[in-house]
C-alpha cells in the first residue's frame, strides 16, 4: 500500500459478498485488500448478519450458525489466504481515473485496476428506541422474517409487521408458517404492495391489519412483550401484546458515498451491465450482495455474487485491461465471448 503501489482489487465491504469476493481473489493470487468499514452507531464490520442471532439457512451449518460467527469465520477464511485488511471507509472513488484512485476516511489515496463494491444495504428502522436495543440483543425484533422468523421463539406466537410494501406482505405470510396471528400495522388505508402480493397475505386466515396505525414504543426488557400504538386519524392510543416485531419498511443501499459516478436504479442499488453479472457501468468497477440486490437479500445469494465479482475481475486483469482505458468504451469482444461461453 505504498503511495506508488497499485493494487489489483480493492474490495469494499464486509458482509458475505465481500469476504466471499476477498476467497476467490485471494485464492487467485490477486492480493485483495479489503476496507472492512469503520464502526459506528449504524454500521460495523460484518454487515447486517451482524444482527442477526441465528443464521438457519446457510448451506453446510446443519445446526444453524449465529450471524456474527458466520461472518468472523469467512473474514478468518479470507485472512487465511493473505487477505490484506484495512479497518476503514471508503469516502470516494474516482472512476475517471485509471487505475481508479480511491480515498479512505482516514485520507489514505490507494490506486486500484479493479473495484468491487460490496458496501450492501442497511434496513429501514422506525427509529424507537427499544426497537434498536432489542433488534441486536436478539430480543424478538428483526428486519428480516426469512432470516429469523422460523426461530423457536416466534413460534405460536403473535407477531406484528410494520409495513405496507410488498416486503411486509411477504414477510406476513411467511410468518404465518409458524404464528398464532400475524398482525400488520401499517400508517396508511392503503398497501404499497402489488396487488397480487396484498391479497395473497389478506387471504391468509391469519393475517389482519391495524389499518392508519404507528407503532410508537416498543415493549419489553430483554424480549419483546408487545407494541404501544397510535391511530393516525384519531390519535387514540392502544397496545397489542405480541412475541415479536418485523419491520419491513424498506431498505437503503450503501451506495452514497459514490455519488453519480456509476449507474443506480432510482432507489440507489448499482446496476450491472447484463444479467448474471457483475460488472457496473464503468467497466472494471464490480457489484456484489445487497447493493446491487434489492430482491433475494440472503446471505448466500450474497456470497453468491461475491465469488462472481471476484472471477469477472479476476478475468478483467487477465486480459490486460490497464491504465489507458476509456471508460465508456464497450466490454472487449473476446471478454464478453469468453463469459458467454462460461458453464454455470
Ligand atoms: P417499499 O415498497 O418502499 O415499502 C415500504 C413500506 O413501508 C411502505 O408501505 C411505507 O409506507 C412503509 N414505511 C416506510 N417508512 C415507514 C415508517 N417510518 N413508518 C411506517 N411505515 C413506513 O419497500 P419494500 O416493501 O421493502 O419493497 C422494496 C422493493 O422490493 C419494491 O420494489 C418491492 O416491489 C420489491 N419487493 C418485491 C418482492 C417480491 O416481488 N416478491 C418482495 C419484496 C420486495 P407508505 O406506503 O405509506 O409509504
Partial sequence: ??????????????????????????????????????????????????????????????????????????????????????????????????????????????????????????????????????????????????????????????????????????????????AREVVIIHRRDAFRASPIMAERALENEKVRVEWNTIVTEVLGDDFITGVRMQDVNTGEESILEVGGLFVAIGHTPNTGFLGERIEMDEEGYLLTRQPWRTETSVPGVFAAGDVMDSYFRQAVTAAGTGCMAAIEAERWLAHGVGNDVDTEAPVADSRVAESAADPR
Fill in 1 to 178: 500500500m505504498s503511495e506508488d503501489s497499485i493494487e489489483n482489487v480493492i474490495i469494499i465491504g464486509s458482509g458475505p459478498a465481500a469476504w466471499t469476493a476477498a476467497i476467490y481473489a485471494a485464492r487467485a493470487r490477486l492480493d485483495p485488500l479489503v476496507f472492512e468499514g469503520a464502526p459506528s452507531r449504524e454500521m460495523i464490520p460484518g454487515g447486517q448478519l451482524m444482527f442477526t442471532t441465528e443464521v438457519e439457512n446457510y448451506p453446510g451449518f446443519k445446526d444453524g450458525v449465529d450471524g456474527q460467527t458466520l461472518m468472523m469465520e469467512m473474514k478468518e477464511q479470507a485472512l487465511r489466504f493473505d487477505t490484506r485488511v484495512v479497518t476503514d471507509d471508503i469516502v470516494d472513488v474516482d472512476t475517471n481515473r485509471r487505475p481508479f484512485v480511491l480515498r479512505s476516511e482516514g485520507g489514505e489515496e490507494l490506486r486500484s485496476h479493479t473495484v468491487i463494491i460490496a458496501t450492501g444495504a442497511r434496513a429501514n428502522w422506525l427509529g424507537l428506541e427499544n426497537e434498536e436495543r432489542l433488534a441486536q440483543a436478539g430480543g424478538g425484533v428483526s428486519a428480516c422474517a426469512v432470516c429469523d422468523g422460523a426461530l423457536p421463539a416466534f413460534r405460536d406466537q403473535v407477531l406484528a409487521v410494520v409495513g405496507g410494501g410488498d416486503s411486509a406482505m411477504e414477510e406476513a405470510t411467511y410468518l404465518t408458517k409458524f
